[in-house]
């Protein structure tokens, strides 16, 4: 039987909320703030270069009150600038990004499993 984990999130807005924590979050839930602003965050994932120059992140999220979507994404942050690469840095550039791809991209299927158990869920929720 799955356990099922909840947090209290003291919001500015609605008191104390119960929120359900999904098994992939790993992320903090301070008070304080509304109840829209909470906030699930799952490993990040990061794209570097030399183990230094952070080009990229992703990592699995969702914002359970929001009032345009609920269902977790993938969220992914780009560094900006302009970066100058010899062609030894571009050989490790292309693996780094080969290997940032090999970890987002099965994501894509955690994302779908994700997207099911949310509908489920709400449907459970509304029928409940
Ligand atoms: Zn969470």
Redesign the pocket.
Known sequence: MKTIRT?TVQTHDHGPVI?R??SW?L?D?PDGGNRSDIT??GRMVQLTLGGQTMLASAQLAQWPYSVRSRVPFVAVEFADGEHEYDPAELQALSAALTEFASITLPLVGDLLQLAIETEEAGHAARHA
């Open positions: 947090i929120v924590e999904p979050c992320g839930h699930h965050t």
